[in-house]
C-alpha cells in the first residue's frame, strides 16, 4: 500500500545551521508529494511540492526534489531561523483527482539562537 | 492564505457523552472537507472524507455510527463523537478544499484535542 516515512525528531539546531529532514515513501503509480508545517498553536500549512519525478519544490529556503529512483522527498534548508522551529509533515497524494492525504510521523524541529 | 477555523480547540468530557466539533472555512467555500485524527507521535490518519450536501465517505476501519460527519453548508463541516469513551482520546483535525482549489492544496484546522474521562 501507499506509505510515508519520515526521520524521528525533535531535530535539534542552531541557528544558521544546515537542515536536511527524511522523508521516503512507498506507493502505487506516481503520486504527487508534498511537505507541509505545523507552527505552535497553528494548522498544517503547504510549503511545498512536486508532482512528478525530478521537479523541485521550493519555497521560504526550503527545497525538497522527487526523486522517484531512490522514492524520496527529503527536505531541505541551507541556514535555518529560530522562526523555523515547527513540526514538518512529509505527505503524498493518492486517489486520482481526490485530495486523499497520507501523511508522515511528522519531525519536530527546533532552531536555537 | 485561506483560512480554517476549528472549535473548540480543546474539549474534556465524560465517558458515554456525545461531542461535537466544527470545522469552519472562514474566507472560502469549501466543497469538501476531511476529518483527520492524530495519536501522539503518529500521523495524521484520514478518517473520513465529507461532501456538501452528500453523505461522508469513511475511511476503512473507522466506524460510521461512532463518527458522525455532517457537511450541512459549503463553510461548515461538523464531526460528532457519540458515546464518547477513553480510547477516543485524541487530536482531530480537518481540513477543507476550496471549490475552485489547485488539487492537493488544503487548508488546515488548528486541530481538536479531545480527552474523555
Known amino acids: 500500500g501507499n506509505s510515508v516515512t519520515q526521520m524521528e525528531g525533535p531535530v535539534t539546531l542552531s541557528e544558521e545551521a544546515f537542515l536536511t529532514i527524511n522523508c521516503t515513501y512507498t506507493?502505487?503509480?506516481?503520486?504527487?508529494l508534498f511537505w507541509y508545517v505545523q507552527y505552535p498553536g497553528e494548522g498544517l500549512q503547504l510549503l511545498l511540492k512536486?508532482?512528478?519525478?525530478?521537479d523541485k519544490g521550493s519555497n521560504k529556503g526550503f527545497e525538497a526534489t522527487y526523486r522517484k529512483e531512490t522514492t524520496s522527498f527529503h527536505l531541505e534548508k541551507g541556514s535555518v531561523q529560530v522562526s523555523d522551529s515547527a513540526v514538518y509533515f512529509c505527505?503524498?497524494?493518492?486517489?486520482?483527482?481526490?485530495?486523499?492525504?497520507?501523511f508522515g510521523t511528522g519531525t519536530l524541529l527546533a532552531v536555537q539562537p | 492564505g485561506a483560512v480554517v477555523s476549528q472549535h473548540p480547540s480543546w474539549v474534556i468530557c465524560k465517558s458515554g457523552t456525545s461531542v461535537k466539533i466544527e470545522c469552519r472555512s472562514l474566507?472560502?467555500?469549501?466543497?469538501?472537507m476531511f476529518w483527520y485524527r492524530q495519536f501522539p507521535k503518529q500521523s495524521l490518519m484520514l478518517m473520513a472524507t465529507?461532501?456538501?450536501?452528500?453523505?461522508?465517505?469513511?475511511e476503512q476501519g473507522v466506524e460510521k455510527d461512532k463518527f458522525l460527519i455532517n457537511h450541512a453548508s459549503l463553510t461548515l463541516s461538523t464531526l460528532t463523537v457519540t458515546s464518547a469513551h477513553p480510547e477516543d482520546s485524541s487530536f482531530y483535525i480537518c481540513?477543507?478544499?476550496?471549490?475552485?482549489?489547485?488539487?492537493?492544496?488544503?487548508?488546515f484546522g488548528e486541530g481538536s484535542r479531545l480527552t474523555v474521562l
Open positions: 506507493a502505487t503509480g506516481y503520486p504527487s
Open positions: 512536486a508532482t512528478k519525478a525530478d
Open positions: 481540513s477543507a478544499r476550496e471549490a475552485s482549489g489547485r488539487i492537493g492544496e488544503l487548508f
Open positions: 465529507s461532501n456538501e450536501g452528500s453523505k461522508a465517505t469513511y
Open positions: 474566507d472560502f467555500q469549501a466543497t469538501t
Open positions: 505527505a503524498l497524494r493518492y486517489g486520482g483527482a481526490t485530495n486523499k492525504l497520507i
